[in-house]
């Protein structure tokens, strides 16, 4: 056969295969989409609130979902991170694999020189912590002491910590993939829920204390199940 000849059919079995369309292809629009199984993304979320003690010395907590990121403030509700809706929109699931965390207090309200102990410490069950020791002496607890109103040393701190939500929950990163326990559908929370407690806790021998702190997490997002757009 001539090398012409061959050339040709080269050319016409390559034109065949690549009018073929692609796996999990879609076609919107009169165009073809081929979505990607799965996207990886770093979303953060932004808030804050004011913390006050029951009494003094109680101490007091306010509880935050690493792994939820269609609902990160537990209180509030409905606080997913910017930029998930529109993630939403092309796929059915989602999975955060690890979570930056960052948070800046600031007491008041407690007697002069007063310490006041703040910080935070990933959970990983559904149940919170009772009482302020087992509060710090949490695994992965990130913790500082500042000046309830200011006097006798700093009353504002900003603590700073990486977590790998894997790792929290006690599982290797294979089990964490194919456990669709700690992912979750588009729109909802996760059914095993790996959480951030952030706390304040005051002396027992002064006043009550007030904490206020704002807080980021940048969450390393998988979204993943591409959903099938209409035409």
Known sequence: M???????????????????PRRNAQRVGGFTYVPPQSKRVRLTYGGGASLT????????????????????????????????????????????????????FAASGASAGTPVQVGFYPN????????????IVAPGCHTSVISGDGTGGKNVVTLTR???????????????????????????????????????WGNSSGSAVKVTFTIWVAMDIEFFNPIQLSS
């Open 53 to 104: 003690e029951a009494a003094a010395g109680n101490g007091v907590q306010r509880v935050y979902r690493l792994n939820g990121a269609y609902d990160v403030d537990t209180t509030v509700g409905s606080t997913s991170t910017p930029g998930f809706a529109e993630m939403a929109t092309f796929f059915s699931n989602y999975r955060v694999w690890s979570a930056d965390v960052r948070v800046t």
């Open 162 to 200: 990486h977590y790998d939500l894997p790792s929290i929950a006690r599982v290797t990163r294979s089990q964490y993939r194919n456990d669709m326990d700690y992912s979750s559908v588009i729109n909802t929370t996760p059914s095993r829920q790996l959480q951030l407690s952030v706390f304040g």
């Open 2 to 20: 001539s090398s012409a000849k061959m050339s040709k059919g080269s050319q016409a079995s390559s034109s065949r295969r690549s009018r073929r």
């Open 124 to 135: 990983a069950t559904n149940t919170y912590l009772t009482g302020p020791l087992s509060w």
